[in-house]
Structures are given as C-alpha cells and as structure tokens.
C-alpha cells in the first residue's frame, strides 16, 4: 500500500498582509505529480492538493503533448461566474501518478480533468477520481502530510 508524502507550501502575500496588518501566512497543501507521456512518465510537476476543487486542472503546456482521452469542450468558472471571467477547457481523462522525494509513488490512476486551454492557471489535484480514491492526511500543526491507496 503506497504512503506519498505531501508538502506545505507558505508565503507571505505583502499586500494581504498590509491590509490586516499583520503577518498572514498562506499556506497550501501540494504533492508532486506525473502524467503518462505514451509508455513513459513526464517530468515531475508540483501541484496545490485542493479539497475544494471538484475536477483537476492542468495547464496548457503541461497536459499539450501528453497522452488524453477527449471527452468534450468546456468552460470553467469560478467564484467570478462571468463569462469573461471563465476558462476554457477540454474535459479530458488522463493517467497520472503521484510520487514524492522518497521514491513512492501510487499505482497509476485515469482521471478526469480540466485540461486548460492556456497556461496562466495552476496545477490543481481535485476531487473527481483522484483525491476520492485515497486517504488524504494532514497536519500543518507536525508537518506531517501524506496520501495512501
């Protein structure tokens, strides 16, 4: 049964921290990732681990030579539903791996995702056939973060 560790990401945003007038520490959750590139594995990619996501997404010259299932055309939306505020997609289903520093790594999974038509948006692990099918596990408090089958 595979344990990948999970890191923490911090960082100051000064402009936040202006407005509250204090230190306000922004912190994300990510893991390393790799997607299946015909019979062999692309580089490493680190991505926000986000529990609020329902679909993973992947940018534009991540996902562009990779190996995909189309499934359909789409646009996104976020907390701003305007339509010049969406993202374009194609709703793809593609292999990835999630693997860490110690040489873990989890058996492959197909997934849906978000593959982004552009490249100004994150690498982001959601929900749909990823995170629902393993335990996540974290504590900012120790620094302790993993994902297992």
Do not use: H
């Not at 490249?119 to 990823?130: A, Q, R, S, T």
């Amino acid at each position: 049964m595979a344990k990948v560790k999970l890191f923490f990401d911090t960082f100051q945003y000064e402009e936040l921290n202006r407005k509250v007038k204090e230190n306000f520490e922004i912190i994300r959750l990510r893991c390393s990732v790799q997607f299946k590139d015909e019979n062999t594995w692309s580089e490493t990619y680190d991505a926000i681990i986000d529990t609020g996501a329902y679909c993973s997404l992947i940018p534009l010259s991540i996902w562009e030579n990779l190996q995909f299932e189309k499934i359909a055309e789409y646009k996104i939306k976020g907390i701003q539903t305007k339509e010049e505020c969406s993202i374009p997609v194609i709703i793809g289903k593609i292999s990835c791996i999630l693997v860490d520093r110690y040489c873990n790594e989890t058996k492959e999974k197909y997934m849906y995702a978000f593959l982004a038509l552009v490249d100004n948006v994150p690498l982001i692990l959601g929900f749909k056939d990823l995170l629902s099918k393993y335990k996540v596990v974290f504590d900012f408090r120790t620094k302790e973060a993993y994902i297992q089958e």
